[in-house]
């Protein structure tokens, strides 16, 4: 439960400026996020990480010398935009190149992707550094696709402190990537966390029981298994990731045992004394150990144990100094300070050339349809926030009505502008996305501003603008995503909406009708499905019988826009 919250809404906002005036010795604010507060040479590779709020320390905490130079700080759990992670990546580079560190979670590719090839196309030198060390979200022959938990720490930390030694580009890189195939975690949920403003939490662990396996998104565990004692806990957490040991592994490993949010100190402090014998008594040489909160889940109670097996190289790494908010190695020495001031808002849209009569008679009747639409997510928020929470992180909601809200107040501005069809849902595909993150957001940004590209600024609508516009948006979709039909997706009620509407004959409201019966009977279709992409795919298996939120989603939106058809 998050009792100390004004508007929901703002919170995420408001505890990063809480958090920068309480760190001012260490960063400062830019728009998408912070950077440090302390001068950094000219010539140092940047190193910035970055995903939803709701994991401090990670990411904000990091920032100082010896680890990160910025931290791109999203909504709860959901990926901050491409626009803000561009803004702090450009704010953090040194003239060397910026690498953007995150937990391989589908919303995070999209965003941080589209921020880099923004910075390529300017000629700076940009990559990610993608995290996978948790054991439970994938198996051993497709290590690529698990997802990033508190193995974040210790591969951040390592990449930061090779960029502050002074390495190039592809060196920090190679760094990050041998200390991530050197890392593993598993972890145990004891109940779930709750979204600030929510009453309910994401999922509930019964009594007696953990759910093992879990991810840090208020994801519950894959499975269920019975409590125990603190040193049972300690085995299934050793065991498993013994099992699964990577191929070179020595004997010297880093253990990091992380509390989750709502795990007191001292149960952490009893699980890991257990831990630490039970490694011991494997052969390991414990070189360091943590015991604390590193990558929590809001109020989430659980415990995850991480081992990462170095070598020299990764050890020294691993031991150079660092200070910033949240930890602190040996001594850094007096550095220099930076507090120029950086631009915290995003850049405004201006309208350049104005649209033909008719394409701003139309962009105004797509503002009126993206308020329809907000005010429908609005509604649906909570219902929507329940499915995803079935497999996936319960963002879903809040992610699309917050989306939409962005949307509808940036096409506003547009047409007062007199910007025409394109300009206007450009705009609003990126706040869209912008004010949404999660994989949703990129998607609907992607979606608008495709059926964009059709309407042009100046054209008359054509007769078949809306099926070019529909075939338009599905093709991006797929474009952006990768998913077909049958993945468990918004594809499954998109691309029978699109098929339906262009075989259906008769006037537009009976095409709309069509179109949106079945886009229903995609989202419904869905419940039969286990999810193969996205958030929910760790959890496949639990997915069924539940629709897919995204699915459900757009299938409401249509209808609502259908119905807003046939009454005009
Ligand atoms: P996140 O998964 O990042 O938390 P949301 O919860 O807002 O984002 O959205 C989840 C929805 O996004 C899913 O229900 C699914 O419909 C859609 N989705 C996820 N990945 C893809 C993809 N690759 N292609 C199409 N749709 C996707
Ligand atoms: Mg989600």
């Known amino acids: 439960m998050t009792r100390l919250v004004n508007n929901p809404e703002d919170f995420p906002a408001e505890a990063v400026q809480g958090f920068v005036l309480a760190n001012k010795r260490y960063v400062k604010p830019v728009f998408g996020g912070v950077v440090r507060s302390t001068a950094t040479d000219q010539g140092k590779v940047a190193v910035v990480y970055g995903g939803g709020s709701g994991h401090y320390p990670a990411f904000a905490g990091w920032v100082g010398h010896g680890f990160a130079d910025g931290a791109v700080c999203g909504n709860i759990f959901s990926s901050p935009s491409g626009a803000q992670a561009y803004s702090v990546m450009k ?33 700076i030198q940009a990559d990610t550094l993608v995290v996978t060390d948790d054991i439970a979200s994938g198996g051993k022959d497709e290590i690529e696709k698990r997802r990033g938990i508190a193995g974040d720490f210790p591969t951040f930390k390592i990449a930061g402190a090779a960029a502050e030694a002074g390495k190039d580009f592809e060196e920090v890189k190679r760094v990050f990537a041998k200390a991530n195939d050197a890392t593993r975690s598993f972890g145990v949920a004891f109940s779930g ?43 299934t957490l050793v065991d498993g990731l013994l099992d699964d040991r990577p191929a070179e592994a020595g004997t010297r490993v880093i253990a990091i045992v992380n509390g989750l949010g709502d795990t007191k100190y001292e149960e952490l402090f009893v699980t890991c004394r257990n831990i630490v014998q039970r490694l011991e008594d ?5 070189v360091d150990v943590e015991s604390g909160e590193f990558v929590t889940s809001l ?15 990764l ?31 995003a850049a405004p849209v201006e309208v350049t050339g104005k649209g033909s009569a008719e394409s701003q008679e139309l962009a105004g009747h797509i503002a009126t349809a993206l308020h329809t639409i907000a005010a429908l997510l609005h509604d649906e928020q909570d219902d929507l926030g329940k499915l995803d929470s079935v497999a996936g992180d319960g963002d879903h909601g809040q992610g699309m009505a917050m989306g939409a809200t962005a949307a509808a107040v940036a096409a506003d501005d547009l047409v007062k502008q007199g910007a025409g069809a394109q300009t206007t849902l450009a705009a609003a595909g990126d706040a869209w996305s912008n004010g949404s993150g999660g994989t949703s957001g990129a998607l609907w940004g992607a979606l608008l501003t495709a059926i964009g590209s059709v309407l042009g600024d100046q054209a008359p609508a054509a007769e078949d603008a809306i099926q070019q516009g529909l ?19 918004m594809v499954d009620a998109l691309a029978p909406l699109v098929e339906t509407f262009s075989s259906t004959e008769g006037d537009l409201p009976t095409r709309a009708r069509a179109a949106v019966e079945a886009a229903q009977q995609g989202a ?9 992409l996205g958030r929910a795919r760790p959890l496949g298996e639990k997915s069924i ?15 609502a826009l259908a119905d807003q058809l046939s009454a005009s």
């Open 315 to 345: 050890l020294d790494y691993w031991n150079a100094p660092c200070d910033t908010p949240a930890y602190r190695k040996g001594s850094v020495g007096e550095v220099a300070r930076d507090d120029t001031a950086m631009n915290t808002e």
């Open 545 to 559: 019988g539940t629709a897919d939120p995204g699915a459900v989603s757009l299938a409401h939106i249509a209808k």
């Open 471 to 489: 075939s338009a948006a599905l093709e991006a979709v797929q474009r952006l995503g990768g998913a077909q039909v049958g993945d468990k997706t």
């Open 91 to 123: 704010a953090a580079e040194r003239g060397a190149g910026v690498l953007m560190g995150f937990g391989n979670y589908a919303g995070d590719v999209l965003h941080f992707g589209q921020a880099i090839e923004r910075l390529r196309a300017e000629g």
């Open 524 to 532: 419904e279709s869905t419940k039969e499905m286990k999810a193969r």
């Open 299 to 313: 109020d989430m109670a659980g415990i995850s144990l991480t081992l990462v097996w170095v070598d020299d190289e």
């Open 193 to 235: 966390c709750t979204l600030p403003g929510a009453k309910e939490p994401l999922f509930t662990v019964p009594e007696g029981k953990m759910g093992v396996g879990l991810g840090i998104h208020g994801e519950p565990g894959v499975r269920d298994a019975d409590l125990g004692t603190a040193d049972d806990v300690a085995k």
């Open 282 to 286: 494997a052969g390991l040489e414990l």
